[in-house]
């Protein structure tokens, strides 16, 4: 897939690639997201469900609002994507690279909201999978873990010692750091191409180690 023209769907305008801006929250996006891409280029052969939101907070302090607010960018949102998607990939053998960070294999503190709507993620991948396999259609997941975003950036920026945390968070990862946003990318980037035809409904880990090496005792 390399050379693809690349779309992406966010809030705010991208300058780097052409954009359609939307609002996921919106269960009407989805659907009219996909009608502007074929619109605009005839065919669809590969969509990256990439959104996502996080609020913090114990199960006892969180509002419904707020769990379906996470439930609806999370889980709903790409669920609609798919389904909008479908009829078009079936058409180009096209297939489904969704985004479930290792939150939805294991937990942060007060996370609650976030992990149940990426473990749902992991189970739509496979569900995806499984059904629409016979069609020519991959649907494979993706789960980074610290990654070097802008987000998580401001995050340590913004903690009471920022170098403090940078050294603490390098030191819970095997390969001694955290890991960047073209890592990821490549391996997206390998799924979306011909050469894994043969690999699907799985979940691939990039967190550096992280989720595999025990704490000391």
């Not at 605009?40 to 199960?59: C, I, Q, Y």
């Not at 439930?71 to 994507?81: H, K």
């Not at 390098?170 to 890991?179: D, L």
Request: with cysteine; proline share 5%.
């Amino acid at each position: 897939m390399r050379g693809a023209d690349v779309i992406t769907v966010q809030r705010r305008k991208n300058e780097d690639f052409e954009c359609i801006t939307a609002d996921f929250s919106n269960t009407e996006e989805p659907e009219s997201i996909i009608a502007e891409v074929i619109e605009s280029k005839g065919r669809l052969d590969v969509l990256v469900n990439n959104a996502g939101m996080m609020m913090e907070a114990p199960v006892e302090e969180m509002s419904i609002e707020d769990w379906q607010s996470n439930l609806n960018v999370n889980l709903t949102a790409p669920f609609l994507m798919i389904r909008a998607a479908l009829p078009y990939l079936r058409k180009t053998t096209g297939n489904i690279i969704n985004t479930g960070p290792v939150e939805g294999i294991a937990a942060n503190p007060h996370h609650a909201a976030y992990c149940a709507t990426k473990a749902g993620i992991h189970g739509l991948t496979r569900s995806v999978a499984v059904d629409h396999g016979r069609e020519g259609i991959r649907c494979n997941a993706v789960a980074p873990g610290w990654i070097d975003t802008e987000l998580n950036q401001d995050f340590i920026d913004n903690s009471s010692d920022p170098d403090l945390f940078r050294r603490d968070i390098g030191r819970i990862h095997p390969v001694g750091r955290t890991g960047t946003p073209e890592e990821v990318a490549a391996l997206v980037a390998f799924l979306a191409a011909e050469e894994s035809g043969f690999i699907t409904g799985q979940l691939y880990t990039v967190d550096g180690g992280r989720t595999t090496q025990l704490s000391l005792p």
